[in-house]
């Protein structure tokens, strides 16, 4: 993998202690193996104040990286479900978990750097050994690991243990809302495995030990994910997952006491250099062309993993999914925008088989749906309620540009997604408006279609949000055409009803884009008695 060169001092070393399993003292003096941590969010918060505890006791080296996982799990937890739930107590809680995590780093490293100097030296004990590159890095261990367990006590007492309890009881249960094994979750999940796979082709082009360390965490961000929300993958991958995360993690402690080595001038003479030099190389390539055995080839694990996620029809279904459960945790109303989604294509497909629908019809050349596009924007156009009611169409359309864009979908849906959730109430579009100038010339006029048919879609589903009525859990619609005339029957709707008002208002702008009249009647007959899910049907003129 390349010759060694100086590694960076900060980076930080992940060395497992020989004896993975986690033992304690008993009352009797004996030790026992203590059962393996349970996985999911809460379990791995509640192992970080045990292992606050026993890391206090002396952090000694079984401790300190018992609460480094902790820790370490707990963060990667909240990097994945802060994609999901955009409340502040997920960056918070990482915040306060970085900061204890970092504070144990360089302790960890001097341990780790100790059990390899042991593995390395000439002789069983290297401090009574005729090493002397053994004794003097034993020396410069043993004074930075005491100087680094007095900073460590002070940033433990520090750590605010009763406010970590409470996130311990509130974040679960807002990640509960979201079941493992999920579409949602293979996702994210993919989000991972394309970061990692990026990080790992960087790897072997550049060959950096850099590149190396930044693979390994991208490897371990994957294997958090899988391990905690998708259970069946888990089953089938974990081992891998966990030698793949050991082996990089072994070629960084490598390089970093290769890097303490010369930083301290550890080398006498040339001879120890070498000799030091060639016993690290020899460690450090078992374990990368180890790597290579699993990760390089057309039967490489990357393949494997890559065809159990998302692809193609079902990455654009997860995509959907991604930002169904984004608006879910921000929008107060969600039922009444899930309504307002399904309101919104039933609309959209009568008008599209009347032909009527410019993106469906007279646009040849679209690289995107717009029906997807007018679902995502129903399914998110209240998001902005979130941060208050007033103008909150306008908050939608901030939130929803900034929102970072899910895997299969392009940054051109998205912006059209922000736009027509933006129309959904309030001043109509104006062709030289800000919001549409964002857009490209041809997308312009399907945006203001789209957000006629939201705009209607929203007006009709008034009248249940209003009397808190949510027996309606299918909405029906019909759409036919009679001379040049658009007919939408809406289940539930009546002319007498005061939502009417705001249903001839909000119908304005779908009249303007189509240029013909929109009336909107009562929907009767079989159908509604059969609470069945109205299909779109059109009638020829």
């Known amino acids: 993998m390349g010759a060694m060169v100086r590694a ?4 930080k070393a992940s060395l497992k202690p020989a004896n993975s399993k986690i033992t304690e003292i008993t009352s009797a003096g004996t030790t026992s193996a203590r059962p393996k941590p349970k996985l999911g969010l809460r379990a791995w918060m509640e192992r970080v104040l045990v292992e606050c505890d026993r890391a206090a006791a002396g952090f000694e080296a079984d401790p300190v990286h018992d609460l480094r996982v902790a820790l370490r799990r707990c963060r990667s937890l909240a990097d994945g479900l802060m994609a999901l739930d955009p409340d502040s107590s997920w960056k918070d809680m990482k915040k306060a978990g970085k900061k204890l995590f970092q504070a144990l780093g360089e302790l960890r490293d001097m341990q ?69 094994g ?4 293979l996702h994210l999940a993919l989000e991972k495995w394309t970061a990692a796979y990026d990080l790992h082709k960087h790897a072997l082009r550049t060959r950096s030990q850099v590149a190396l360390h930044q693979l390994r965490i991208g490897i371990k961000r994957f294997r958090y994910t899988v391990e905690n929300f998708l259970p069946r993958q888990h089953a089938l991958w974990g081992d891998d997952l966990k030698e793949l995360q050991d082996l990089l993690g072994e070629v960084h402690d490598l390089d970093v006491l290769w890097a303490t080595a010369i930083e301290i001038q550890a080398f006498p003479d040339a001879e120890s250099r070498s000799r030091w030099r060639e016993k690290l190389n020899v460690e450090r390539g078992k374990r990368i062309e180890r790597y290579r055995e699993k990760m390089v080839g057309k039967q490489s694990l990357w393949r494997v993993w890559r065809a159990e996620l998302p692809a193609g029809p079902q990455l654009r279904a997860a995509a959907m999914s991604r930002l169904r459960v984004w608006a879910g945790y921000l929008d107060p109303d969600f039922s009444h925008s899930q309504r ?65 864009r899910p895997l299969g979908w392009g940054a051109r849906e998205m912006e059209m997604a922000a736009v027509v959730a933006r129309y959904h109430r309030g001043a109509l579009p104006r062709p030289r408006g800000k919001s549409l100038q964002v857009l490209e010339l041809p997308d312009r006029p399907i945006a203001m279609e789209l957000a006629g048919v939201l705009r209607l879609a929203n007006a009709l589903d008034v009248r249940h949000a209003r009397h808190g009525d949510r027996s309606e859990n299918s909405p029906r619609l019909e759409v036919s055409l009679q001379d040049r005339v658009v007919v939408v029957r809406a289940a539930g709707y009546s002319a007498l009803d005061g939502s009417a008002e705001g249903v001839a208002a909000a119908r304005h702008l779908l009249e303007t884009v189509l240029r013909r009249p929109v009336l909107v009647r009562s929907l009767r007959g079989s159908a509604g008695a059969s609470g069945s899910v109205g299909r779109a049907l059109v009638a020829g003129s």
């Open 112 to 180: 780790v750097m100790q059990e390899w100097i042991e593995k390395l030296s000439d002789g069983n004990d290297p401090s009574a050994s005729n090493d002397p590159v053994a004794v003097k890095l034993l020396d410069h261990v043993h004074v930075r690991e005491a100087v680094c367990k007095q900073l460590a006590l002070k940033d433990l007492n520090q750590f605010d243990r009763k406010q970590w309890r409470q996130w311990a009881r509130a974040l679960p249960r807002r990640a509960g809302r979201v079941r493992p």
């Open 340 to 404: 307002v989604a399904r309101l919104a294509i039933l609309l959209y497909d009568g008008l599209k088989d009347a032909g009527l629908v410019t993106g469906s019809a007279g646009a040849r050349n679209l690289d995107y749906d717009s029906r997807a596009v007018l679902q995502a924007a129903a399914l998110m156009h209240d998001v902005g309620k979130a941060k208050g009611q007033e103008k909150h169409q306008k908050k939608s359309y901030r939130m929803i540009r900034r929102l970072e």
């Open 8 to 11: 960076s001092p900060v980076l």
């Open 182 to 185: 999920s579409v949602v979750y």
